[in-house]
C-alpha cells in the first residue's frame, strides 16, 4: 500500500507573543529582556541552511569551530531543528517533524539509520557542551506548529478553507466557494515515531490533537460507497457492518482492511479461501463496482481478469495499483480544489482543510495567535488550545531544556498558533534561568507587526523578529534597480533610527537573510527553469505545479545557477549590496543581529567547507561590532551628485560614537554606482585629530578627522559582485596623526595670482598626489599647482586641498582666501594752487597695470583737468577731481584728488 505524505516548505512566519495579563492593582511584571548594553553585546549565527547536504556531519564540524566563531564576536548559535524528518520531506530537515523526541537517537532515518541529517543525539550533546566551554550559547529551533509524515490514518470529516479557516474561494479559478464541506476524508493522523513513544506526554498523535492539514493528495474519494453515496462500513466478525456481499467471506474472518472502519479504495481483503490462508489478499478495487477503471488498467498490464489479479504476483499488483491511484484525479488533488498558485515560498499556502464535525460544525478553537487569523501553514496544524497538547507543549520544551542543556529557543512560525504556546514557553524559560534569563535568549519567528505588540504589552519575554528591517533591506540595497530610500533604513524597521534614534527600543533581533528566504529565491530559479509563472488564473486545464515537478536534478541547477549570480554584478536572483546589508546591521544599536549560515558558506557545500564571495567582509564585520560598535548611535542623510534635493535617497551614514576613544565607527552606505560627493561624518569630540581605517578593506586610504570630530569622506560609487554603490566602515585606530602647515599667503588681488602650497608635518612620509579646489570660483579659482587667481568678484574664499601621502593617508585641510579690490596709489591726494597754476595727479603704484586714465572735476569754474590729469586753477574754491583708471585686468579703480585754488 502507498502513503502519500505532505513536503514541507514552510513559510516561516512567526509572532512575538508572550506573558501574562496582570490585574491593574498588581505590580507590573519585570521584563525578560530590555535594550540594553547586554542584549547589544550579542551576535546569533544562523548554523544552518535547508541546502547542506545529508552527511551528517554538522554537529562533529561545529563542534571543531567553538574558538573560530568566538574570535568573529558570535556569542549564540542558532541551530537547525534537530528532530527527525519523515523520510519524503525535500530538505530532510526538522521543520518536516515527523518525531519531535528523536534528535539522532532511533533508526529512523532514511534505510534504518540512526543520524538525522545533521548527527546523533550523542554528538548534538557533545557538541553543545563543546560550544559551551567556548563560552558560547546555543538555542534550539523549537517547531510547535505542524506534523509531517505521520504513519497511521483516520477518518476525519474536513471542510476546505484557506489559512484563516475561512471557506475556500479558489482566486486562481472563479472564485467559486468551496464544494467541499464536512466531507468524509481519510488522513494521516496517527503516529509520532518512537522517541515521541518513549519520552512524549502525548505517546501518540491522532486527530483530536489538530486543527486540520495541508491537502494530503488522497482525495475525497477515497471512500468507497454504496450507488447512493452510503460509506460502506465493517467493524469486525458478527458487527453490524454494511459491506456489499463478495466481502462477505473476508469479513467473516477479520480479513479487510478499513480506516476506523470505513473501506479505502487503497485497501486490500482476502479475495479468496480467506478462511484458511493468507495468500489471496488483493485490492478491493477488483470488484469495486463505482470504480470503471482499474480492471481496463489492470488488462493494458498484464492482468486480463479478475481470476489472474487474484492468483497474480502481489509486488506488481501492489505497484500497478499504486500508480493507478496516483494518476487518478479523484483519488488524490483532483478532488481537493488544488490552488495552484505556486508561491516561491514552495507550497501553496491556501491549501487547507479544517477538521470539523459531521455537520460541518466546529471542533476547534482556530485563530487565538497573534494576529488573530493565519492559523494554518504547512502539515498537520497542532491545535494548541487543546490543554493535552498544552501539557506536551511544555513537557516537550523542558525536556529539551534538561536533556541537551539548550540555553534557549528560537521559535519557529510563532504567528501560526495559539498564543499559549509563547506565554508557556515565558514560564518555562523563567523556571530554567530565573534571574539570568536575559543571558539566555529566546526569539520568535514573526512577519507581522502584531508580534511588536504582543511582546511589549506581556514584559518582552522573547526578542521579536525584526522582519520590517529586512524588507527594508530589499528595497533600498538588495534590488538592482528601482531602489527605495535608502534613509528608509532608519525608519522601516522596529527600532526607530533616524536622526538620534528611539530611547525605549522593543527588544528584538535582526537578519539580512535566512533559510526560508534564501530558499525562495533559488525557488525563483526553478519556477523559470520548469517554466512556471506565479499567481496565473487558469480555468479548465490543470496547469503545471511547482510542489508535483519539484525534483532534486532540477534543483541542483537551481543552486548552481545561483552561486554563479552571486558572483556576478548584474544579479537575477541572488540580492545585490550583501555586505552592504550586514555593514548596517552590525553596526545598529538596540538589536541582536543575525548572521546567516549561507552568506558565510556556500549553502549546498559539506558543512562549512566552501565561502562566499562575502565571507571575508562579513567576517571583518563582525569583529568591527565586536570590537568598536559602541555608544549612542546616529544615522544622518545626505544629498549627492545623483540625488541633489533629496537627502538619504541614495547616501547615509550610520555613526555609533563609541565608549570612549579607541571605540566607535562610521558606516557610509550608497545605493548608485554614480555617486562621486565628498561628505563630512561627524564621529563626536571624544574623536577629534584622529585616524580612522575602513575596516572593509575596500579603501586603502587613512583618513584624519579635524579639531572637531568630522571626517571627510569622499564617497565615489562603484559596481562589484559585492557592492553597487558604495560602502566604507571607518574604525579608530591609534597611528600618529600627520598635519598639514600652510604658506603665509593669506590674500590677492583681482587679477593677481598668489601661489599656496602645504607641508606635510608629523610625518616621516612624503606627499603623494596634491588637489586644490576652490569653494567659490567667481571669487577666486585654484590650479593643480595651488595658484590662487583673484577675480573679479572680492570677497573671502576658501581653498581645499586633497593630500594623498605615500603611506596612504588622504588629509583634507583648508585655508582662507581674501579676494581684494585693485589699488592705485597716488603721489598725493590733494594739492593747493594759485589761479592759472596748475598741479598734475600722478600714481604712486598700482596692483595692476594701468591701461588707460580719465579724470573729471566736480567743479570747472574752480578747476579743470586735462586727459593727461593737469588740473588748472580758475577761481578761488574747493573741487574734487574724480580720476577713474582702468587696469590691465579689466578692473575699474576710482580715486579722489582734492584741489584747493586761492
Not at 494521516?188 to 493528495?217: D, R, V
Not at 475525497?220 to 454494511?242: A, L
Not at 571626517?711 to 600618529?736: E, M, R
Request: net charge positive; hydrophobic share 30%.
Amino acid at each position: 500500500m502507498t502513503r502519500k505524505s505532505l513536503k514541507l516548505a514552510f513559510i516561516a512566519v512567526c509572532s512575538f507573543l508572550l506573558v501574562f495579563s496582570s490585574a491593574s492593582f498588581l505590580p507590573k511584571k519585570a521584563k525578560a529582556y530590555t535594550s540594553n548594553t547586554n542584549l547589544d553585546n550579542r551576535v546569533i549565527f544562523q548554523s544552518f541552511s535547508l541546502y547542506q547536504p545529508y552527511e551528517s556531519n554538522m554537529y562533529d564540524e561545529l563542534s571543531k569551530k567553538g574558538s573560530l566563531l568566538k574570535e568573529w564576536g558570535i556569542t549564540d548559535v542558532w541551530l537547525p531543528p534537530a528532530y527527525r524528518s519523515f523520510n519524503m520531506a525535500r530538505y530532510m530537515e526538522g521543520y518536516a517533524i515527523a518525531d519531535r523526541y528523536d534528535l539522532g537517537e532511533f533508526n529512523q532515518g532514511p534505510n534504518n539509520t540512526k543520524a538525522t541529517k545533521y548527527g546523533t543525539s550523542d554528538e548534538l550533546k557533545s557538541m553543545i557542551n563543546t560550544l559551551h566551554q567556548q563560552g558560547l550559547k546555543v538555542q534550539e529551533d523549537l517547531v510547535p506548529n505542524q506534523m509531517l509524515g505521520l504513519s497511521g490514518r483516520e477518518a476525519v470529516y474536513v471542510t476546505r478553507t484557506d489559512n484563516n479557516g475561512n471557506l475556500f474561494k479558489n482566486p486562481y479559478t472563479t472564485g467559486i466557494t468551496t464544494r467541499i464541506r464536512g466531507d468524509l476524508y481519510l488522513a494521516y493522523t496517527k503516529g509520532g515515531g518512537q522517541g515521541q513513544a518513549k519520552y512524549g506526554y502525548i505517546k501518540e498523535w491522532n486527530k483530536k490533537y489538530f486543527n486540520g492539514t495541508s491537502l494530503q493528495g488522497q482525495g475525497i474519494g477515497r471512500v468507497m460507497t454504496d450507488d447512493n453515496g452510503v460509506p460502506y462500513r465493517y467493524f469486525g466478525p458478527n458487527s453490524k457492518n454494511y459491506l456489499p456481499e463478495w466481502l462477505n467471506e473476508a469479513a467473516a474472518v477479520n480479513k479487510i482492511n478499513t480506516v476506523d472502519g470505513y473501506l479505502s479504495v487503497d485497501g486490500w481483503y482476502a479475495a479468496k479461501d480467506a478462511a484458511t490462508t493468507d495468500q489471496y489478499w488483493k485490492p478491493m478495487l477488483i470488484n469495486y463496482a463505482k470504480d470503471k477503471d482499474y480492471l481496463p488498467y489492470m488488462s493494458k498490464n498484464g492482468f486480463a481478469t479478475v481470476e489472474e489479479i487474484v492468483n497474480g504476483d502481489n509486488g506488481k499488483i501492489a505497484d500497478l495499483t499504486n500508480a493507478y491511484l496516483q494518476s487518478n484525479p479523484k483519488y488524490g488533488y483532483g478532488t481537493e480544489e488544488k490552488t495552484y498558485k505556486n508561491d516561491n515560498s514552495g507550497i501553496d499556502d491556501q491549501d487547507q482543510f479544517l477538521f470539523v464535525k459531521k455537520n460541518g460544525g466546529t471542533l476547534h478553537n482556530i485563530n487565538n495567535t497573534i494576529s488573530g487569523n493565519n492559523e494554518f501553514l504547512v502539515g498537520m496544524d497542532i491545535d494548541n488550545s487543546n490543554p493535552t497538547v498544552q501539557k506536551e507543549q511544555i513537557h516537550w520544551m523542558n525536556w529539551l531544556l534538561d536533556t541537551y542543556k539548550f540555553d534557549g529557543f528560537r521559535v519557529d512560525a510563532a504567528s501560526h498558533y495559539d498564543k499559549q504556546v509563547l506565554l508557556d514557553l515565558a514560564d518555562v524559560m523563567k523556571e530554567h534561568f530565573g534571574s539570568n534569563e536575559e543571558n539566555h535568549l529566546s526569539y520568535i519567528e514573526s512577519y507581522s507587526s502584531a508580534a511588536n505588540d504582543f511582546e511589549n504589552k506581556n514584559s518582552n519575554p522573547q526578542l521579536s523578529m525584526d522582519y520590517a528591517l529586512y524588507y527594508t533591506f530589499q528595497n533600498a540595497l538588495a534590488k538592482g534597480t528601482n531602489k527605495q530610500k535608502l534613509s528608509t533604513l532608519a525608519t522601516n524597521s522596529v527600532v526607530d533610527r533616524n536622526g538620534s534614534g528611539s530611547s525605549n527600543a522593543t527588544p528584538n533581533w535582526s537578519f539580512v537573510t535566512n533559510h526560508d528566504q534564501e530558499k525562495n529565491r533559488i525557488n525563483n530559479v526553478m519556477l523559470n527553469l520548469y517554466g512556471i509563472k506565479t499567481g496565473e488564473k487558469y480555468t479548465n486545464t490543470t496547469p503545471k505545479s511547482f510542489e508535483n515537478l519539484y525534483d532534486k536534478d532540477t534543483e541542483k541547477k537551481a543552486l548552481a545557477i545561483y552561486q554563479d549570480d552571486m558572483n556576478r554584478v548584474d544579479k537575477k536572483y541572488a540580492p545585490h549590496n550583501v555586505v552592504s546589508q550586514y555593514a548596517y546591521l552590525l553596526t545598529n544599536k538596540n538589536t541582536v543581529p543575525t548572521v546567516y549560515y549561507g552568506d558565510m558558506y556556500q549553502t549546498d557545500g559539506s558543512y562549512m567547507s566552501k565561502k562566499t564571495p562575502y565571507y571575508d567582509a562579513i567576517t571583518k564585520l563582525l569583529k568591527v561590532r565586536k570590537d568598536y560598535a559602541y555608544g549612542n548611535q546616529k544615522v544622518t542623510n545626505y544629498t549627492s551628485n545623483t540625488s541633489p534635493k533629496t537627502a538619504g535617497q541614495d547616501l547615509i551614514s550610520s555613526v555609533r560614537y563609541g565608549k570612549d576613544r579607541n571605540t566607535g565607527v562610521a558606516t557610509v552606505i550608497g545605493n548608485n554606482p554614480k555617486l562621486d560627493t565628498t561628505i563630512k561624518v561627524n564621529m563626536g569630540s571624544s574623536h577629534k585629530n584622529q585616524v580612522f581605517k575602513d575596516a572593509t578593506g575596500f579603501h586603502s586610504e587613512k583618513l584624519v578627522t579635524d579639531s572637531k570630530g568630522v571626517l571627510t569622506i569622499h564617497v565615489k560609487g562603484t559596481a562589484n559582485a559585492q557592492v553597487k554603490g558604495y560602502l566604507s566602515v571607518w574604525i579608530p585606530t591609534k597611528d600618529k596623526v600627520p598635519t598639514l602647515t600652510w604658506n603665509s599667503i593669506k590674500s590677492v588681488y583681482q587679477g593677481k595670482t598668489a601661489k599656496v602650497s602645504v607641508k606635510l608635518t608629523n610625518s616621516s612620509s612624503k606627499i603623494k598626489s596634491t588637489s586644490y579646489a576652490s569653494s567659490n570660483k567667481a571669487i577666486a579659482t585654484v590650479d593643480k599647482n595651488g595658484n590662487v587667481k583673484g577675480n573679479k568678484k572680492t570677497g573671502k574664499v576658501t581653498i581645499n586641498t586633497t593630500i594623498t601621502t605615500k603611506d596612504n593617508f588622504v588629509l583634507y585641510s583648508s585655508k582662507q582666501i581674501e579676494v581684494k579690490a585693485n589699488q592705485v596709489t597716488l603721489k598725493a591726494n590733494s594739492a593747493k594752487i594759485k589761479k592759472g597754476k596748475t598741479t598734475t595727479i600722478s600714481v604712486k603704484s598700482s596692483t595692476d597695470k594701468i591701461k588707460t586714465a580719465s579724470y573729471k572735476s566736480s567743479n570747472t569754474k574752480i578747476a579743470t583737468v586735462s586727459k593727461a590729469g593737469k588740473v588748472t586753477g580758475k577761481k578761488a574754491g574747493k573741487t574734487t577731481i574724480t580720476a577713474t583708471y582702468k587696469t590691465q585686468g579689466g578692473y575699474i579703480v576710482t580715486k579722489k584728488f582734492t584741489v584747493t585754488v586761492k
